[in-house]
């Protein structure tokens, strides 16, 4: 016993060192095998609507936005929340009164209830909404030239406001946005 | 007399024909020669028609629909009071196969079908419908009714989605 005492030593600090290891990677990656869910109002505890205060406690994180302090009137920022990239767009007409109007992300993990994600067909997209109006249309490659590959498939509220955007290239999702305030054009 | 009945039934079955080979072109502007805003007069000599409106400047309705027939096709027209012209024309459908679009859509087209043919155009997908938008001028649409994701009826009207916005 005495002779693999070293040797038992030597595991159970490689198994201590393997746990904290994975410690702290869990801060920056997403879990696995875990979908966030995208709504109307929001992609999991991200709300639309939200204020810089409520943001950064759910971000745990200070936001800083520059345009506001101009004479902007939005400003988008790129965060990671729960590990996933996020860009979000903040409305406002100062720093202190800015709110969340749109989140975007091109994470596997973040689908929607019927489980439309980066990497779907748009077809399915559009199909998954049949109560939903619906805009399908391109986007514009460089104003006013419409792109031959990139589209949109915005999913719309009833109230016609809040909207689910699904970013199209060739076919397929490449990013999900919920947005507060969309109109196509 | 026979030759007469002869002669009739000739022309009847190359009229029918025509209207097949020709078929009628539905566009963001009207269908065939049924052109979004023209007034009342000369709609009345493309339908061969006295249009008498229930509403249009008898009460304080500015919109009526009346049934008609354009080329032996039953057609639904929409009129609008307009100050200059009495009224003028301001959107038209059917449900006849014989109109279509240039692309082909038309009575009998799946939803798949209008999606992939139409994908540097804006579409506008409801419940009964899929309008799709002129590109280069939203505010003017084909309309299409649709029924377990088929066409049932086709028209051209300006986009109801675009109305308000300038």
């Known amino acids: ?185 | 007399m026979k030759k007469i009945i002869l002669l009739i039934s000739f022309a009847a079955v190359a009229s029918f024909a025509s209207a097949q080979n020709n078929g009628h072109i539905v566009s963001f502007d009207g269908m065939d020669e049924l052109k979004i805003g023209i007034g009342k007069v000369e709609l009345e000599k493309l339908l061969k028609i006295k249009i008498e409106f229930k509403h249009i400047g008898k009460d304080e309705r500015y919109t009526e629909t009346i049934n008609a027939t354009y080329k032996g096709i039953p057609m639904e027209i929409d009129m609008m009071r307009s100050d200059e012209i009495v009224a003028r024309l301001d959107g038209m459908r059917t449900s006849s196969p014989l109109f279509k679009t240039a692309e082909g859509i038309g009575v009998g087209s799946d939803q798949q079908t209008i999606i992939n043919t139409y994908e540097k155009h804006l579409l506008i997908i409801d419940k009964e419908t899929i309008t799709l938008a002129d590109a280069d001028n939203l505010h003017s649409s084909i309309v299409f009714w649709m029924k377990d994701k088929k066409v049932v009826a086709i028209g051209s009207e300006p986009t109801a989605a675009f109305r308000d916005r300038e």
Request: charge should be neutral.
């Open chain 1, 1 to 185: 016993m005495k002779k693999n005492m070293p040797l038992v030593l030597g595991l159970l600090v490689c198994i201590v060192l393997s746990c904290n290891n994975k410690k702290s990677n869990e801060k920056d990656d997403p879990p696995q095998n875990k979908d966030y869910l995208i709504r109307m109002d929001g992609i999991d505890s991200l709300k639309l609507e939200m204020t810089r205060a409520e943001l950064e406690k759910v971000l745990n994180t200070k936001i800083t936005l520059p345009n506001l302090a101009t004479t902007r009137a939005s400003d988008t920022i790129s965060v990671k929340y729960r590990g996933i990239d996020m860009t979000l767009i903040m409305d406002g007409s100062d720093d202190s009164t800015a709110t969340l109007r749109s989140i975007q992300t091109t994470h596997p993990s973040c689908k929607t209830a019927s489980g439309i994600g980066t990497g779907a067909d748009k077809i399915k997209a559009i199909e998954a909404y049949p109560d939903n109006r619906r805009f399908v249309g391109p986007e514009y490659e460089e104003y006013p030239v419409r792109s031959a590959t990139k589209s949109v498939v915005a999913v719309m509220d009833t109230l016609n406001t809040r909207a689910i955007i699904f970013h199209i290239i060739d076919k397929k999702v490449v990013s999900v946005e919920v947005n507060s305030y969309y109109e196509y054009y």
